[in-house]
């Protein structure tokens, strides 16, 4: 397959989204990190694409602490190609490609973060298990 993609990855996103089911959504084909909202289900969703090293790094910000609601008052730049700001209403993550960013609200990008810190959720290879139901 060209580029090492994998056509048969999976969308997953955190448990911590509970019962509300809403909450920052990747899959891995390979190369390429594609993130977009669980709750917004219209055709045209906003998704972003992140190389991998670029999706690790921003991992790696959210593990520092660096992404958190009160850090975000001013936009947090990660790896040169994503930006990442809160207006206080919600969190939005934007590739440097003029695309339209994915947007969440506080207790989206908390579940995420929360799944990231403490649950080990969202790494290249939490992304490529299985999904079990």
């Known amino acids: 397959m060209p580029g090492g993609q994998r056509l048969d990855s999976v969308w997953r996103k955190s448990s911590r ?6 909450c920052v959504e990747a899959r891995f084909d390979g190369v390429t990190v594609w993130v977009r909202n669980s709750n917004d289900v219209s055709q ?4 972003i694409g992140l190389a991998a090293e670029r999706w690790l790094a921003l991992l790696e910000r959210v593990r520092r602490g660096d992404l958190g609601l009160d850090r975000l008052a001013t936009p947090v730049r990660v790896a040169s190609e994503v ?5 206080g209403h919600r ?8 695309q339209p960013g994915v947007a969440y609200t506080p207790a989206e990008w908390r579940a995420f973060l929360e799944g990231v810190r403490h649950d080990g959720e969202f790494t290249l290879a939490w992304l490529g298990e299985p999904v079990t139901p």
Do not use: H, T
């Open 17 to 22: 989204s509970g019962a509300q089911s809403n």
């Open 44 to 47: 045209d969703r906003p998704m």
């Open 83 to 87: 930006l990442v700001s809160f207006d």
């Open 91 to 98: 969190v939005v993550v934007r590739g440097d490609d003029g």
